[in-house]
T-cell receptor, first 116, second 112 residues
Framework: GAGVSQSPSNKVTEKGKDVELRCDPI?????LYWYRQSLGQGLEFLIY????????KSGLPSDRFSAERTGGSVSTLTIQRTQQEDSAVYLC??????????????FGQGTRLTVV | GQSLEQPSEVTAVEGAIVQINCTYQTSGFYGLSWYQQHDGGAPTFLSYNALDGLEETGRFSSFLSRSDSYGYLLLQELQMKDSASYFC?????????????FGKGTKLSVKP
């Protein structure tokens, strides 16, 4: 696609329910990142996928959070038993693996998650 | 690990010059990037410094000094549309090769 696509754009869920957030990266981008952003706050790193390497999951805030990336392309972030503190915008980004050359990261528009 | 510090807010007037600083502690990184994010929008890439020195892109310039663990974004001829949040980020060269870690962002308000 032309850019990074995330779905849904908005999600309202009841506390305790599970949610799945989807990210379609730019074709050919081997690096994929998930971040969480609360209102007016910074970008909190969640998880990083790079090619066929084991993902860096060190940013996941609890074991209720998990993510997978199938076929080196689409990624799904799953939050189980959602809590009100999970309410935030979840941003996905992708880039080429040109580490030393900078490799601009392209962001999707995010999924705004509201837990009620 | 990686840690980046930025001022939380900066205010300037239209036509002025503003500098947003970023200091960092890192176990190793490839370079320093800057991203811009307007309210309600997605972050977009502005610049990247792999080497020490100044990189210029139009009204925006970015600087890196590895010896001082310091960088900055310089915005000249400020316009109202420059009101946004600005994030510095490092690309990890340590335990999470290639990962992109962000500072908490600086909210720039440009006044008429």
């Amino acid at each position: 696609g032309a850019g990074v696509s995330q779905s849904p754009s908005n999600k309202v869920t009841e506390k305790g329910k599970d949610v799945e957030l989807r990210c379609d990266p730019i074709s050919g981008h081997t690096a994929l990142y998930w971040y969480r952003q609360s209102l007016g706050q910074g970008l909190e790193f969640l998880i990083y996928f790079q090619g066929n390497s084991a993902p860096d999951k060190s940013g996941l805030p609890s074991d209720r959070f998990s993510a997978e990336r199938t076929g080196g392309s689409v990624s799904t972030l799953t939050i189980q038993r959602t809590q009100q503190e999970d309410s935030a915008v979840y941003l996905c980004a992708s880039s080429l693996d040109l580490r030393g050359l900078g490799a601009e990261a392209f962001f999707g528009q995010g999924t705004r998650l509201t837990v009620v | 690990g990686q840690s980046l510090e930025q001022p939380s807010e900066v205010t300037a007037v239209e036509g002025a010059i503003v500098q947003i600083n970023c200091t960092y502690q890192t176990s190793g990184f490839y370079g320093l990037s800057w991203y811009q994010q307007h309210d309600g929008g997605a972050p977009t890439f502005l610049s990247y410094n792999a080497l020490d020195g100044l990189e210029e892109t139009g009204r925006f310039s970015s600087f890196l000094s590895r010896s001082d663990s310091y960088g900055y974004l310089l915005l000249q001829e400020l316009q109202m549309k420059d009101s946004a949040s600005y994030f510095c980020a490092v690309r990890d060269r340590g335990g999470s090769q290639g990962n992109l870690i962000f500072g908490k962002g600086t909210k720039l308000s440009v006044k008429p």
